[in-house]
């Protein structure tokens, strides 16, 4: 049983069925692709013989009982039975052990970041506005993002994280009017992101009775859009510095990077070479003195504005800009916009400009739209769009604080000896926000209820991360090193893990579920990945006692219980999720 084991299980089967089939073209290898069964008691995997009988001229029942009568079981292909129109097949339970925990265990992908895949993703994320609070949009978008990055990179791809800054147009001017009347050194400094959103709020209050602060803010950004070195330059830096440098607190509490931190305002001198590139394409027209592109052909209603009358530029302007950057800077194969749903329209609009100018990039740039974070309001009971006492923002380091405050509690009642309890409790609750975000399809809204978030026993970060850690400490009170590698299963037998199949089932799934995470842009898929795994191998510890097996059994589940631990590792670092060993 030492002997060498199959590098893909799936491929393996594929080849047999195959055999079995006697398939001869590429077209029907092609067509030889398996499925997860409906069922996990039919078979490991399935085969909807559809396409090959198509290719065949048969019909699919009679292909499939053909296919299962020919088939020869082998050292990893245990059977193969006929059900209608599919193909089950069961996996040699001795194959499917030694190739799932040797491939974690010695780091095989997909277990582990698979080899360059040659693809190229351009994933802009966070992008939040500067001289303004973050608020929970940009935490989702972070979170998101971030995400999806991780498991593009893990796939083999080459991501180009990029945060997308909102440092310049129109918002950024009423900030900086607003500081030019009311703004107070000694307020800055102690607090600079707090100040300038008291300064926002001013601006936008003031500008309700004095409409002339508004013309002040356009004067603003003409003259910074005009490149002198002047009042207006010298401003926008300081408030960037003060700005960025405030972000980088969360950044760092969430374990967020970006590859590029390539704000609007880095296309200021690259906003004239897209505008000419549109208006070769032939495709802008001038409108009440404003350059835009009318949409209506392709079904959008609002024309996409460019350049306004008064000759500066706008968010969609930058957005173009962009977008031809990135094409010739990465050459991406997807560029992702992760963008609450609220600026649906504006990036149905980026496209359709793109799709006139007949542009290949059009296909390319794709809005990954969420939905809200809702906070219950204590008074009606009611879930409503999550705002702080002092209006429509949040300052993310409080929301943060609040939770690791919460895990703290927690870790006090239920374990009060924890060494290094504040770091657990940082960890801790940090993920549980994320993983509450990461938990349902992105485009639901998300319920921001700590009790729901910091259950121990639901479908929640700790729970998983509490999985982790008792694999750690079952290592621990073994003689096995927590980080230990292949060399833990070198000679494992595969049948003494012959109970564990719903362990190893789960995890033999990885690969195909980050494909769908990737493929979908969906985090979720990997949340619910590690709250299954959590959950079987929960399940297995209930009946299976690993320190007090015999020898043999026992070191074949200890292999099981670091690769487990390993994989539950790797699953919620893409989710950017830390586990402890102990909490
Ligand atoms: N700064 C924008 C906002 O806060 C988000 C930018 C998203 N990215 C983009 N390329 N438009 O609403």
């Keep these: 049983m030492t002997a060498s084991e199959p590098a893909d299980l799936h491929l393996h089967l594929r080849r047999l069925l195959a055999a079995a089939a006697g398939a001869a073209s590429d077209a029907e290898l092609q067509a030889i692709q398996l499925s997860p069964p409906k069922n996990r008691a039919h078979g490991d995997a399935a085969f909807g013989t559809f396409a090959l009988a198509k290719l065949r001229g048969v019909a699919p029942p009679q292909l499939a009982a053909n296919l299962a009568a020919a088939a020869r079981p082998d050292e990893v292909g245990e059977s193969v039975t006929a059900a209608g129109p599919f193909v089950n097949a069961r996996f040699r339970r001795s194959a499917l052990a030694r190739h799932v925990v040797l491939g974690v265990l010695r780091g095989d992908a997909p277990f582990a970041r698979a080899a360059s895949s040659g693809k190229s993703i351009v994933i802009d994320f966070s992008s939040p506005n500067i001289a303004k609070p973050f608020h929970m949009g940009h935490l989702r978008s972070t979170v998101i993002g971030a995400a ?61 009775e004095n409409p002339a602060l508004d013309d002040e803010a356009a004067a603003h950004i003409r003259a910074l859009e005009s490149g002198a070195d002047n009042e207006e330059r010298r401003m926008w830096q300081f408030l960037r510095d003060e700005s960025l440098a405030a972000f980088q607190g969360p950044y760092d509490r969430l374990g967020v990077t970006f590859d590029h931190i390539t704000g609007e305002s880095f296309f200021e001198d690259k906003m004239e070479a897209a505008m000419a590139r549109v208006a070769a394409a032939g495709v802008l027209e001038v409108d009440d003195g404003a350059e835009v592109v009318k949409l209506d052909s392709l079904g959008i209603k609002v024309p996409c504005i460019l350049r306004k009358s008064d000759g500066t530029t706008l968010y969609h302007t930058r957005d173009l800009a962009a977008a031809f950057w990135r094409e010739a800077q990465y050459h991406p194969d997807r560029i992702l916009y992760v963008v609450g749903a ?11 400009v793109l799709a006139r100018m007949g542009e290949p990039l059009a296909k390319k740039v794709e809005h990954v739209p969420f939905g809200l974070i809702l906070a219950k309001n204590e008074e009606t009971g009611k879930w409503e769009k999550f705002a702080s006492r002092g ?57 921001f209820d700590w009790e729901q978030m910091l259950n121990f026993d639901g479908e929640t970060g700790p729970y998983v991360q509490f999985a982790a850690a008792r694999l750690s400490g079952i290592l621990r009170k073994s003689d096995v090193a927590l980080d230990a590698g292949a060399e833990l299963a070198a000679d494992l037998d595969g049948a003494l893990l012959a109970d564990a199949e719903d362990v190893l089932l789960t995890m033999l799934d990885f690969g195909a579920t980050l494909e769908r995470a990737a493929e979908q842009s969906e985090p979720s898929i990997v949340t619910g990945f590690a709250i299954q795994l959590a959950g079987s191998i929960h399940a297995y510890l209930r009946e299976h006692h690993v320190l007090r097996a015999e020898p043999a059994l026992r070191d074949a589940r200890l292999a099981l219980v670091a690769a487990a631990r390993r994989l539950l590792h790797t699953s919620l670092g893409l989710l950017g999720v830390a586990a402890p060993d102990e909490m």
Excluded: C
């Design 342 to 352: 609220e600026q649906k329209l504006h990036f149905e609009q980026l496209a359709a």
């Design 391 to 447: 209006g429509n923002a949040i300052f993310l380091d409080e929301v943060l604080d609040e939770a690791v405050a919460n895990v703290r509690r927690i870790i006090t009642e239920k374990n009060p000896e924890l060494a290094d309890a504040d770091r657990v409790a940082e960890q801790v609750g940090v993920s549980a926000i994320v993983f509450n975000d990461l938990k349902n399809s992105r485009i639901k809204d998300v319920k």
């Design 148 to 208: 999806i990055g991780r498991i593009w990179r893990h796939l083999g791809a080459e991501v180009h994280g990029i945060n997308h800054l909102g440092d310049w147009g129109m918002p950024f001017a009423k900030m900086m009017t607003a500081w030019m009347h009311w703004g107070d050194q000694k307020e800055l400094e102690k607090s600079p992101m707090r100040h300038m959103f008291e300064l926002y709020k001013l601006y936008s209050s003031k500008a309700k």
